[in-house]
């Protein structure tokens, strides 16, 4: 059974490499909704403060909130790639993270390479990976360009080769950062339907969006971040009532 499990989760991080008193410190201090804690020496943002959730199968949570609210800091904790400072975080089920989709390309590695090296790093077995092999270089379209090294491939063709690989995998939970692309618009209604499938095919979805509309198709409830802080929690339309409330 897949879950999420977030107990009074806080994450601080330090920002090492600023002076307290400095311009940047107090450029940061605005950028991150004033959530930098000034220290004598480092100082500190706190990105997470008392976060808690609990997501079942079947749950699709949106996140919602300005740019610093802490969306992009909980996904990561979430994946994994952060330990919160203190509280607890959960986690039951295969994680897929869209939160870097080219991470782990070789680019003197070949198409069909890339897939494998992307795949395993990915959490895929061999055996999975050889079984969708086929159908991963169909959807990229790139042909014969799968057998030469991905430094030849322009961005588009690189996005694409990602994106076709990411999206064959079944996650139990998928965490994303905004909606993929592939970066091509000749691609783009083949890409969106097999990218719905992609997140129809998890089991909880975790989605940070901008956007009302992706966050009202795909999830069924929401979380409001401010400065770190859950705000409000419920349904998307509930939820984004009180963002833009709040911002006036």
């Known amino acids: ?3 999420i499990e ?3 989760a806080h994450l601080d991080y330090p920002l090492v490499g600023t002076g307290s008193r400095s311009l940047k410190t107090r450029l940061l201090g605005a950028a991150t909704g004033g959530r930098i804690s000034s220290g004598d020496a480092i100082p500190v943002v706190n990105a997470l403060q008392d976060v808690s959730l609990s997501l079942r199968e079947g749950e699709r949570l949106g996140l919602v909130g ?5 969306k992009s800091s909980l996904l990561k904790v979430l994946a994994g790639i952060y330990r919160p400072t203190s509280g607890s975080v959960k986690v039951a089920g295969r994680v897929v993270s869209t939160l870097n989709i080219s991470l782990g390309m070789e680019p003197e590695a070949t ?7 992307r795949g395993l790093l990915l959490g895929m077995k061999r055996a999975e990976i050889d079984k969708k092999l086929d159908e991963i270089a169909a959807f990229t379209e ?3 360009y799968l057998d030469m ?11 694409r080769l990602a994106f076709a690989t990411i999206t064959a995998m ?10 993929i692309g592939t970066g091509d618009a000749t691609f783009l209604d083949k890409a969106e339907r097999r990218l719905n499938a992609f997140m129809n095919r998890s089991k909880i979805l975790v989605l940070a969006s901008h956007s009302d509309q992706v ?15 859950v705000i409000a929690t419920g349904s998307p339309d509930q939820v984004f009532s009180v963002y833009h409330r709040e911002r006036g």
Do not use: W
């Open 1 to 3: 059974m897949s879950s």
């Open 6 to 8: 977030v107990t009074h």
């Open 66 to 70: 300005h740019n610093g609210a802490g």
């Open 111 to 117: 198409g069909f390479e890339n897939i494998v090296m």
């Open 142 to 144: 790139l042909g014969d």
């Open 149 to 159: 090294p991905v430094r030849i491939y322009s961005a588009g063709m690189a996005t």
């Open 170 to 179: 079944d996650a139990d939970i998928l965490l994303m950062d905004e909606v």
């Open 215 to 229: 966050i009202r198709k795909f999830c069924n409830t929401a979380l409001l971040l401010e400065r770190g802080q």
